[in-house]
């Protein structure tokens, strides 16, 4: 039983192209992200959504478009990519109090040519 | 703001030999901190957290992380390093503001395990 799902595991494409990353949950979470992680391994939250509500945006380019169609699920679309959106993106739910673990999906590595 | 500092970026260490990874962190209350570890290629596993109560926090894999607010830190340590531990590690800090909490990484440290 996978607890953090996310499709595809590896997305290679052009310059300019759109393309979406999907994320499901099975574990009954409120509150899902999409993180960044840069080629030095850097992790930057982009977005949260509870309750297929959006409660954080951090100053990402509005070329990113999360998706939440029901709380299980937190997809993410990125229009007109670009070299510098190359990086793992991931996933991850939490069941609602700060205090709470997140868990991680196992990752997109998203390469742009 | 919140943020967090991971000083060593690279460690190497044997096995069998004990590991403190540093964490200091910034943040204007109690703060949330955990410790995260990503294997080669895998999405991130939580380590331990602290939030409240004892300050010398156990976690799995036989880590174990001390919060000290006079000093701002929240260490890693292992007493003795298995092979199966090289990976990298990440600190996070994080607040209680109801659903908007979100965490802040540190950097990362890479440890390499040598036998």
């Known amino acids: ?113 | 703001a919140q943020s967090v500092t991971q000083p060593d970026i690279h460690i190497t260490v044997s096995e069998g030999a004990s590991l403190e990874l540093r964490c200091n962190y910034s943040y204007g209350a109690t703060p949330y901190l955990f410790w995260y570890v990503q294997s080669p290629g895998q999405g991130l596993q939580l380590l331990l957290k602290y939030f409240s109560g004892d300050t010398l926090v156990q976690g799995i894999k036989g880590f174990e992380a001390e919060f000290k607010r006079s000093q701002s830190s929240f260490n890693l340590r292992k007493p003795s390093v298995h092979w199966s531990d090289a990976a990298e590690y990440f600190c996070a800090v994080g607040g209680n503001t109801g659903t908007a909490s979100k965490l802040t990484f540190g950097t990362g440290t890479r440890l390499q395990v040598t036998l």
């Open chain 1, 1 to 113: 039983d996978t607890a953090v799902s996310q499709t595809p595991k590896y997305l290679v494409t052009q310059m300019g192209n759109d393309k979406s990353i999907k994320c499901e949950q099975n574990l009954g979470h409120d509150t899902m992200y999409w993180y960044k992680q840069d080629s030095k391994k850097f992790l930057k939250i982009m977005f949260s959504y509870n309750n297929k509500e959006l409660i954080i945006n951090e100053t990402v380019p509005n070329r990113f478009s999360p998706k939440s169609p029901d709380k299980a699920h937190l997809n993410l679309h990125i229009n007109s990519l670009e070299l510098g959106d190359s990086a793992v993106y991931f996933c991850a739910s939490r069941s609602g109090g700060a205090g709470d673990e997140q868990f991680f999906g196992p990752g997109t590595r998203l390469t742009v040519l």
